[in-house]
């Protein structure tokens, strides 16, 4: 089992930056594809961004595609998610997840692959 916390959130202007991190428990990290997915007020939780059990493969949602930057540190247990370029319709609360899988390129998109969950950080993008 694996425990997810997430911090870095905050109130931004529109153009600016933030970088959210997500602290996993225990010494098995590698062996989780790792998540980050979003729920704004009134939506369903929606996938960002996915990042495989070696860091090697990465894959965006279209909307922060080339704005948003999912990285780990598996010897840290943390995976990161770095946003540029930040814009009002990103507000909302970003979670980490975790999958335990098997398959060392694995980059799952679908909330129901994941097994775990942090309680989320929210981030409010200014106009």
């Known amino acids: 089992q694996v425990q997810l916390v997430e911090s870095g959130g905050g109130l931004v202007q529109a153009g600016g930056s933030l970088r959210l991190s997500c602290a996993a428990s225990g010494r098995t990290f590698s062996r989780y594809a790792m998540g980050w997915f979003r729920e704004a007020p009134g939506k369903e939780r929606e996938f960002v961004a996915t990042?495989?059990?070696?860091?090697?493969?990465?894959y965006y949602a279209d909307s922060v595609k080339g704005r948003f930057t999912i990285s780990r540190d598996n010897a840290k247990n943390t995976v990161y998610l770095q946003m540029n370029t930040l814009k009002p319709e990103d507000t909302a609360v970003y979670y980490c997840?975790?999958?335990?899988?098997?398959?060392?390129?694995?980059?799952?998109?679908?909330?129901?692959?994941?097994?775990?969950w942090g309680q989320g950080t929210q981030v409010t993008v200014s106009s």
């Open positions: 997840a975790a999958d335990q899988t098997y398959y060392s390129d694995s980059t799952p998109m679908l909330r129901y692959d994941y097994d775990y």
């Open positions: 990042i495989s059990r070696n860091g090697g493969r990465t």
